[in-house]
């Protein structure tokens, strides 16, 4: 069972460029994050989805974009990548209240 | 809405050593509570969870958290660190619904 899969694990952007971080789940969960982690200061909620085809805003949405086409897939696509998004991103499903992660993905955009 | 403060953003403790690493939040509503353990370079592991029912809750490595509704607070407690617990630890709030909101983190760091 591999559970919370992302890729890549690392990348560098330059400024103004796009990506897409890729992630999918194998548990059938219908709740999905993306999450940032910033040193200092938590995990702030970027976007999440409550099944395919809906999608919502979290505490930090601004510069990010997703999609929920399926159950498994839950994109984050940065169009214009800043300093700002320098960043460890970390996606999750849940089963009821309990959260999956990711291994994580390291993001530097200079 | 809902918040969560972790009073401490490094505790340094040697090895045996008993530990406490706390924990306050906010909420208008019900809540469930967690804790998360983040080991370098990996994503959060949950370590115990607080859903209803007995407000001690414990982990299988030793780790116990209580709840305290009076004072907003779940403390996590170890009578004896390892080496081995040294990671980043995160309290976490979720309401009946599924957004859960984490604190800034607790880096915990046991000396030999």
């Known amino acids: 069972n591999a559970g919370v899969t992302q890729t890549p694990k690392f990348r560098i952007l330059k400024i103004g460029q796009s990506m897409t971080l890729q992630c999918t789940q194998d548990?059938?969960?219908?709740?999905m994050y993306w999450y940032r982690q910033d040193p200092g200061m938590g995990l702030k909620l970027i976007y999440y989805?409550?099944?395919?085809?809906?999608?919502d805003k979290g505490e930090v949405p601004n510069g990010y974009n997703v999609s929920r086409s399926t159950t498994e897939d839950f994109p984050l696509r940065l169009e214009l990548a800043a300093p700002s998004q320098t960043s460890v991103y970390f996606c999750?499903?849940?089963?009821?209240?309990?959260?999956?992660f990711g291994e994580g993905s390291w993001l530097t955009v200079v | 809405a809902q918040s969560v403060t972790q009073l401490d953003s490094q505790v340094p403790v040697f090895e045996e050593a008993p530990v406490e690493l706390r924990c306050n939040y906010s909420?208008?509503?019900?809540?469930?509570l967690f804790w998360y353990v983040q080991y370098p370079n990996q994503g959060l592991q949950l370590l115990l969870k607080?859903?209803?029912?007995?407000?001690l809750v414990e982990s299988i490595n030793g780790f116990e958290a209580e709840f305290n509704k009076s004072q907003t607070s779940f403390h996590l407690r170890k009578p004896s660190v390892h080496i081995s617990d040294t990671a980043e630890y995160f309290c976490?709030?979720?309401?009946?619904?599924?957004?859960?909101?984490f604190g800034a983190g607790t880096r915990l760091f046991v000396k030999a």
């Open positions: 999750a499903s849940t089963l009821g209240n309990t959260i999956y």
């Open positions: 548990m059938n969960h219908n709740y």
């Open positions: 989805s409550v099944g395919a085809g809906i999608t």
């Open positions: 909420s208008s509503v019900s809540v469930y």
């Open positions: 607080y859903l209803s029912g007995s407000t």
């Open positions: 976490a709030v979720s309401d009946e619904g599924f957004k859960t909101i």
